[in-house]
Nanobody, 126 residues
Framework: QVQLVESGGGLVQAGGSLRLSCAAS????????MGWFRQAPGKEREFVAV????????IYADSVKGRFTISRDNAKSTVYLQMNSLKPEDTAVYYC???????????????????WGQGIQVTVSS
């Protein structure tokens, strides 16, 4: 069993920044790829970013490339999402997720992720 807890969300004006954190417990965090996803009202959950267990491979959605940065600290069992130049269209509930298998490749596919956090609201005002 694994637990993922997001923090750092909130309300910010367009052009501002937020840093999301996702603290993991319950299994060997350092061996699993970690992803961030988001879901806006009335829309499907969409991929944001993923980082492999070593940090060696990172993939971003085109919509956030150049503005968001994913990173991880395996010693703290935490993955981060630094979000800069935020836009109103970034408003959503953000979720972190852990891969199904250890040492897996980075993937944007929602179904590859087995453990999910409860989500945290990010609201960007115009």
């Amino acid at each position: 069993q694994v637990q993922l807890v997001e923090s750092g969300g909130g309300l910010v004006q367009a052009g501002g920044s937020l840093r999301l954190s996702c603290a993991a417990s319950g299994r060997t965090f350092s061996t699993y790829a970690m992803g961030w996803f988001r879901q806006a009202p009335g829309k499907e959950r969409e991929f944001v970013a993923v980082i492999t267990w070593s940090g060696g491979t990172i993939i971003y959605a085109d919509s956030v490339k150049g503005r968001f940065t994913i990173s991880r600290d395996n010693a703290k069992s935490t993955v981060y999402l630094q979000m800069n130049s935020l836009k109103p269209e970034d408003t959503a509930v953000y979720y972190c997720a852990a891969d199904k298998i250890p040492y897996g490749p980075a993937t944007p596919r929602v179904e590859q992720y087995y453990y999910w956090g409860q989500g945290i609201q990010v609201t960007v005002s115009s």
